[in-house]
C-alpha cells in the first residue's frame, strides 16, 4: 500500500463497550506513532456512524453513507456490532463484509505471558487463522419453515435427494465457490511466505460435505501446487524426505473435529490455517480460549481494496459503559492495521508495550480475577501501555 504521512483512517465506535475500548484504542496508538515519528507520520480518525447511535440519529444501523465513507477511507477499524437474533434483521458484519468484498478475516492467536490457560503449554500456541469471509453457511440464504418459499424448496429437494423434509423444517444453502475458496486460500500462502511461517493447514469437513468443504480442500491444494510450486510442498511428500524440503511451506489438510482436539494436543504442529467460514469462527474463538479468552484477539478482514479491522468479540452489553472491558482485541487489531499500511516501527513498538504490560501483570478485570489481582480500568490498561513505548534504537 503507498501511504501518506497523514493518513485518514476511518473508525466505528461500535456498541456495548465498543466506545471504551475505541476510545482507548485510539489513544494508545496515537501514542505509538507519535513514539516511533515523532509527529512525522499520523491518523486523522474520522468517525463512521454506525449500530445503535446510527439508528437513534437516521433510523439505519448502516446508512449508506457509512458504507460509503469506509470505501473511501479504504482502511478502517470497527467496535463491535450488535446483532439483535432473530427476524428481520441481517447481521451488520455480514452486510459490512461483503458490501466491501472483505473476503479474508484473519485472526491471529498467540500466547501472552502470565495469561492463564487452561492448557498445559500455552506457550506453543501461535496460529494465525485465515477465515472465508463471504460465503458459506453465512451467506445469509435461509427459509423460514412456514413460508411459501420454504414449501417450494422442500418439494424439490425431497424429490432430487429422495428424503422426507417435513413441513417443520427451516432450510439453510451452504455455498463454497472455487473463486472465493481459491482467493482465500492465495491468501493465508501469501501470508506465510511473507512471514517465514511453517505450514498452512486447510481445515474442512470434506468427509460428510464433499462438493463444499471437500472441494475446499482440493481447490486449496489445487492453487498451492499451481500459483506456490517453488515455495511449497504437501505433507504427504514432507514426510518422505523432511530434510529436503526443510526450508518449504507445508500444505496439509485436517477435518474439522479432529482439528479442534489436535489444536490442543498439537499445539505446536499448527500454524497458518485456511478454513471456510464457519469453520473458521468457531475454531478461532477455541483458539482464543487457551490464550486468555476472546477479550485479547485481533481480527481484520480484508479484500483486494478494502480493510476493516476488528476485535473478535461482540459487544459484552453488561460491561457497555463502565470502563471496565478489555480493549487488547482491538487494540492488537489496530496493530495489524499499522502493519498492513507498511507502520512498522509503530506496531513494534505498540506490541513491545502491550506484551511488557501483560509481563507486568498490569490487567483488566476479565484477566485480572483469574490470578485475584486487582483490576486496571479500561482506560487506565491503555495509559499502562503507553507509559512502556520505547523508542526503537
Ligand atoms: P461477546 O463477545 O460480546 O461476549 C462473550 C463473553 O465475553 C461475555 O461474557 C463478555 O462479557 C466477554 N467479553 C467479550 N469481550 C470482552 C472484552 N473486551 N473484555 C472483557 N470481557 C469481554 O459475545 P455475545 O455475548 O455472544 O454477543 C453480544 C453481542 O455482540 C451480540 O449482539 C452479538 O451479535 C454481537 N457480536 C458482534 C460481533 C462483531 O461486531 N464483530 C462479534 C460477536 C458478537
Not at 482465500?184 to 511466505?193: F, G, M, S, T, W
Not at 479484500?303 to 476493516?308: L, T
Amino acid at each position: 500500500l503507498l501511504v501518506p504521512d497523514k493518513v485518514t483512517i476511518g473508525y466505528i465506535e461500535g456498541d456495548g463497550i465498543g466506545p471504551d475500548i475505541t476510545k482507548t484504542t485510539i489513544n494508545v496508538i496515537n501514542a505509538a506513532l507519535e513514539v516511533a515519528y515523532g509527529g512525522k507520520r499520523s491518523i486523522e480518525w474520522h468517525k463512521v456512524l454506525a449500530g445503535d447511535e446510527a439508528y437513534d440519529k437516521t433510523g439505519n444501523r448502516l446508512p449508506d453513507s457509512s458504507l460509503e465513507e469506509l470505501k473511501k477511507c479504504v482502511v478502517s477499524i470497527k467496535g463491535p456490532l450488535t446483532t439483535p437474533i432473530g427476524e428481520g434483521f441481517r447481521s451488520l458484519n455480514v452486510t459490512l463484509r461483503q458490501y466491501l468484498d472483505l473476503y479474508a478475516n484473519i485472526r491471529p492467536v498467540r500466547y501472552f505471558p502470565g495469561v492463564p490457560s487452561p492448557v498445559l503449554h500455552p506457550e506453543y500456541m501461535n496460529m494465525v487463522v485465515f477465515r472465508e469471509n463471504t460465503e458459506d453457511l453465512y451467506a445469509g440464504i435461509e427459509w423460514r419453515y412456514d413460508s411459501e418459499d420454504a414449501e417450494k424448496v422442500r418439494a424439490f429437494l425431497s424429490s432430487t435427494f429422495n428424503i422426507n423434509l417435513t413441513p417443520d423444517t427451516g432450510i439453510g444453502i451452504k455455498p463454497i465457490s472455487k473463486f472465493k475458496s481459491t482467493r482465500l486460500v492465495r491468501k493465508a500462502i501469501q501470508y506465510a511466505i511473507a512471514n517465514g511461517r511453517k505450514s498452512v493447514t486447510l481445515v474442512h469437513k470434506g468427509n460428510i460435505m464433499k462438493y463444499t468443504e471437500g472441494a475446499f480442500r482440493d481447490w486449496g491444494y489445487e492453487v498451492a501446487r499451481t500459483e506456490f510450486g517453488d515455495y511449497t510442498v504437501t505433507e504427504a511428500e514432507y514426510l518422505k524426505d523432511p530434510e529436503k524440503y526443510a526450508n518449504k511451506i507445508v500444505i496439509k489438510d485436517r477435518i474439522t473435529d479432529n482439528m479442534f482436539q489436535q489444536v490442543l494436543t498439537r499445539t505446536q504442529e499448527y500454524d497458518v490455517i485456511a478454513t471456510p467460514n464457519l469453520n473458521g469462527d468457531y475454531l478461532s474463538d477455541a483458539l482464543a480460549a487457551q490464550v486468555g479468552g476472546i477479550g485479547l484477539a485481533p481480527g481484520a478482514n480484508i479484500g483486494d481494496h478494502y480493510a476493516v479491522f476488528e476485535a473478535v468479540h461482540g459487544t459484552a452489553p453488561k460491561y457497555a459503559g463502565l470502563d471496565v472491558a478489555n480493549p487488547t482485541s482491538l487494540i492488537l487489531s489496530a496493530e495489524m492495521m499499522l502493519d498492513h499500511i507498511g507502520w512498522k516501527e509503530a506496531s513494534k513498538i505498540l506490541d513491545d508495550a502491550i506484551m511488557q504490560t501483560y509481563r507486568d501483570q498490569k490487567l483488566t478485570q476479565d484477566i485480572a480475577r483469574l490470578l485475584n489481582l486487582k483490576a486496571l480500568k479500561c482506560s487506565e490498561f491503555g495509559e499502562e501501555i503507553i507509559n512502556r513505548m520505547k523508542p526503537i534504537k
